[in-house]
């Protein structure tokens, strides 16, 4: 049987004490009521920070749950591979789904990515409303399903979804990184159909060294009318190297999905 798994704030336990406490209304809920969770049983905290720890339900009322610490895990965040996904602003349903999915995959930043031909806008654009901490209601959301993917998959960290960027910035982003020591050898891949380059999985396999692939790799994606003329160009001027998935027009979330899964692929294995 899995055990359930929890991401919360530093502020929810005391190693010292081997204490936790979860008031989370929304988590209370999910152990109470819905896995019917009772004392005794045993519950995975994580803190996002690459410490994972193992429990047991001491007590519970309606309004918290107090765990028992048995032991921790470790995981160094900083000596894990990264993996970028820019992708465009799509309809909210498949974007939410590519979230999910990529979560899964190993992702550990997602960009939505706004672009010439990109038609859903970020809140506050289109006349969207924000909450009262005038956060962006649509991100909350965002997170909210990274969360509970990188939960299910049995991930470390959560992945982190920044605010929308808009092409142009996401490129000087890049450059920025490529002046600094170790972002020289980072790998940028951008995909545009019908385009005459070699496959992601062959830029791989040649990039693969003794050790591996590089530990930042980033992928972007182009809304449903493709990047313009000037958007590839200036790609190009940055330096990204440009990849394909095939001869079939994929869909942008279908095409996100797909190389997360051939980058994931391509890390695990030890040989080529």
Known sequence: ??????????ESYNENSSGALIDDPKVVHQISRVLRLGIGAPVILLNGKGDLFHCRIE????????LFIERKESQSLEEASELT?????IKPSRF??????????????IIPLVTQRTVQKPDGEDGKKKDGKN????????ESIVREAAEQSERFAIPKVVAPQNFND????????KDSVSGKEDLHYIFAERNECPHLSMHLSKEKTARGLAKNISLCFGPEGGFTDAELLRAAETSLTFATLGKLILRSETAAVAAAAIVSAMRDLKEI
């Open 1 to 10: 049987m899995q055990i359930p798994r929890f991401f919360i704030d530093s």
């Open 59 to 66: 007590n519970q009322d309606r309004d918290s749950v107090a």
């Open 85 to 89: 996904v820019a992708m465009p602003l």
């Open 96 to 109: 939410e789904w590519a979230l999910e999915k990529l979560t899964e995959l190993g992702a550990t930043t």
């Open 135 to 142: 956060r962006n209601v649509k991100q909350q959301r965002w």
């Open 170 to 177: 996401y490129l000087n982003d890049i450059l920025l990184a």
